[in-house]
């Protein structure tokens, strides 16, 4: 809290400060000149704020990467004209409802976030807008550049044999853990009074009372409730089955019939619908888990645990498949993957970043061996049962390709990828028109980035803009 409390200072002050340049009518000026293309001041001010408002701490030197940042963006957003790369505006809107989400929830709701900005979220989505789409183009631009990127076994050995003995990292202890998660389930006269009061919301709604108040004060979505049950725009995969239904169902304005889904029991509205995006609100009611409920849990895993000791036709995997409730890993075999390397689908995990109670149980098992069903308690603060099986066990060691090879694979992709995005910067570059304004010609990771000044165009008759805020 306090960490959030002086970002929320600094935010303060930097908006602050904004204003004050504003009532003295102060001028913005070019901090950097990219081909055709200017930064001004009052981008990396912009952005800098944002870096604040995200939690980060204070610290102007990084007003330097931002700006490093911003000429980077600007040199593969110029490519990216010429290879016609574009984003769909869907995926621009996605983005900036995202960002200003995660704002909103790390200020403490929207009217607060519009307290610090001195402006409405409406007027700063509209400012950030571009930026986040030229952003979004030099994403794809630099995943084009190295879309032919390949790293061959030869490669990894050369990489590896490349690291100095005595620098080889060392591995922490490492586990694969497959699960098998029971989750309770309540029945239809458990979930009844929950119902009840979503259908109350619902007619208090239809009365005339306003949506957005009652989505603050019951609603039970800690992500959209303060800001009144808003959700901003989405597609179809943002959403569970049952509530994209009837989101893109209903005409704007129209109110839902209050609906089960996973979660709960939920009434949404549709504000506004375009293209295959929709802008909705809602209000989420989660029913209690009983204990009766976590009991018929724990007899469906002892159940399951029994099955698997007598009956050797199925197999962990099998048994995770059909009965597990975790969509995460049921359908990979009920193997747990690693959160630190998810988009490489590495199923190795150090012990260390085990979660407590999994770690607690997998200390006391063998290889190849099935704990027993145990009460587990979930980052979401509900209660279930789960049954473990431990694969594999690899013990410290220092890096050797026998038993890290994906893992040494990865770090040689990454130095391939970095090596062909740097050798295209240093080529665009020289190309390139480049000019930095000698307040930020200090900053180390833009030394040398300026064009000589036997090349530079005349910028200083280039009327600067007014501060935007």
């Known amino acids: 809290m306090r960490k959030i409390g002086l970002a929320i200072l600094s935010l303060i002050l930097i908006i602050s400060a904004a204003r004050a340049q504003q009532k003295k009518r102060t001028l913005d000026k070019i901090a950097g000149v990219v081909g055709s293309n200017i930064i001004l001041q009052s981008d990396i001010e912009l952005k800098y704020a944002t870096y604040v408002a995200q939690g980060m701490p204070p610290n102007e030197a ?25 984003v769909k505006d869907d995926e621009v809107d996605n983005s900036v409802d995202r960002r200003m989400r995660e704002m909103i929830q790390r200020a403490g709701g929207q009217d607060r976030l519009e307290q610090f900005l001195g402006r409405s979220v409406i007027q700063y989505k509209d400012e950030v807008r571009p930026d986040i789409k030229e952003s979004l183009i030099a994403q794809k631009m630099q995943q084009k550049i190295t ?13 590896f044999d490349g690291i100095p003995k ?51 004060l019951y609603s039970q979505d800690p992500g959209s409730a303060p800001q009144g049950g808003d959700l901003g ?16 169902k209903l005409k704007a304005g129209e109110i839902s019939p209050v609906f089960e889904s996973e979660i709960g029991f939920h009434f949404l509205q549709v ?22 409920a976590l009991n018929r849990a724990k007899a469906k895993a002892d159940s399951i645990y029994n099955l698997l000791q007598t009956n050797k036709k199925i197999n962990f995997s099998e048994a995770a498949a059909f009965y597990s409730d975790n969509k995460d890993t049921k359908y990979n075999g009920g193997m747990m993957l690693n959160a630190e390397n998810v988009e490489a689908r590495s ?123």
């Not at 943002?238 to 509530?243: E, G, P, R, S, W």
Request: a positive charge; proline letters at 5%.
């Open 233 to 248: 725009f989405a597609d179809r995969s943002a959403y569970v089955k049952d509530f994209t239904a009837w989101a893109f």
């Open 62 to 86: 990084a007003k330097c990467q931002i700006l490093q940042q911003l000429v980077t963006q600007k040199l593969l957003a110029a490519q990216a004209v010429i290879d016609s790369i574009d």
């Open 147 to 159: 879309a032919n990127v390949n790293t061959t076994p030869q490669d990894v050995k050369k990489f």
């Open 166 to 216: 005595d620098s080889l990292p060392t591995f922490n202890k490492e586990v694969e853990i497959g699960e098998i998660v029971f989750s309770p389930k309540l029945n239809n006269s458990e979930k009844e009074a929950y119902k009840n009061k979503c259908e109350e919301l619902r007619k208090r709604v239809l009365a005339g009372e306003d949506f957005g108040k009652l989505a603050r």
């Open 347 to 469: 199923t190795y995990i150090p012990t260390d970043k085990l979660d407590p109670q999994v770690a607690l149980v997998v200390d006391t098992m063998k290889v190849g061996s099935i704990s027993k069903p145990f009460l587990f308690t979930g980052q979401d603060g509900k209660k279930g049962y789960k049954i473990l099986y431990l694969k594999s066990t690899t013990n410290a060691h220092r890096a050797n390709l026998e038993q890290d090879y994906p893992k040494i694979k990865e770090y040689a992709n990454n130095q391939k990828i970095n090596l062909t995005v740097s050798e295209w910067f240093e080529k665009k570059r020289k190309e390139t028109f480049i000019r930095i304004d000698p307040q930020y010609q200090g900053c180390p990771m833009l030394k040398g980035w300026s064009t000589p000044a036997t090349a530079e165009i005349k910028t200083e008759d280039t009327k600067p803009a007014e501060v935007k805020h």
């Open 271 to 292: 504000i506004e619908r375009r293209g295959e995006q929709v802008h909705v609100r809602h209000i989420l009611i989660i029913p209690a888990v009983t204990e009766d």
